[in-house]
């Protein structure tokens, strides 16, 4: 008992943190996206794809977690948008302040989409709001199409799943219909899209997806 009420304790400052977080990206008018999922699902090249193609339409900027290093960090500053590395020291996951932190360090005037590349992690990063305005999960086909129902909470807490390599759906025993009709078992809202980073395949499918996210919460800024 005693750990739960501490767990409780710890979530629930984060809680208020996030809050703050959410209420200054409101008025900022900044559309932030938490990009969560397994290590090695193609998040960091997901994003150097979405720079190239959305950059020259909407003002972006970057927080990048991991563990250790700040090579993600280094690949995103070559497109020249605003970018912090956060290294977690073995944490598992962001947290509410340290998002906080990050955004004190960042220029962000007239930055129109956040994008948060969280620790690589299907458990811990679904526990810890941001203060983002949603959760876009990554999905690899090289990785099991149950992930759904051994994570639920993760694919519960998020508004989009990115279904990424494709291009490798010939060479993997992956079904996407299956990884589907779990995932919507867990969270039948769910928006899919399927793409390949790597070759750009289907990547219209997310930028257009971006865009209209951003516009129906910001009508005529884009």
């Keep these: 008992m005693p750990v739960i009420t501490i767990e409780r304790k710890v979530l629930q400052k984060n809680d208020d943190i996030a809050q703050d977080n959410r209420h200054f990206f409101q008025?900022?008018?900044?559309?932030?996206?938490?990009?969560v999922s397994s290590p090695g699902s193609g998040k960091t090249t997901l994003l150097e794809k979405t720079l190239q193609q959305l950059a020259h339409r909407l003002s972006i900027a970057v927080i990048e977690g991991d563990v250790?290093?700040?090579?993600?960090?280094?690949r995103i500053a070559r497109h020249r948008v605003p970018v912090v590395q956060i290294v977690t020291q073995g944490g598992c996951h962001l947290d509410a302040g340290l998002v906080r932190d990050a955004v004190q360090k960042m220029a962000l005037k007239d930055v129109q989409v956040l994008?948060?590349?969280?620790?690589?992690?299907?458990?811990?990063p679904a526990n810890y709001d941001l203060g983002e305005d949603l959760k876009a999960?990554?999905?690899?086909?090289?990785?099991?199409?149950d992930k759904p129902l051994k994570y639920p909470h993760m694919f519960r807490a998020s508004r989009i799943c990115?279904?990424?390599?494709?291009?490798?759906?010939p060479y993997v025993d992956f079904s996407i219909q299956n990884l589907t009709q779990n995932a919507l078992q867990v969270n039948p809202a769910l928006v899919f899209i399927e793409l390949s980073a790597k070759t750009g395949q289907g990547i219209e499918g997310w930028i257009d997806w971006v865009l209209r996210e951003y516009t129906s919460r910001y009508p005529g800024a884009a």
């Design 68 to 74: 250790q290093t700040d090579r993600d960090a280094q």
């Design 115 to 124: 994008f948060i590349e969280n620790v690589g992690n299907l458990v811990c």
């Design 162 to 169: 990115i279904i990424n390599k494709v291009d490798l759906l």
């Design 27 to 35: 008025y900022n008018r900044i559309f932030t996206v938490n990009l």
């Design 137 to 145: 999960i990554i999905m690899s086909t090289t990785e099991g199409d």
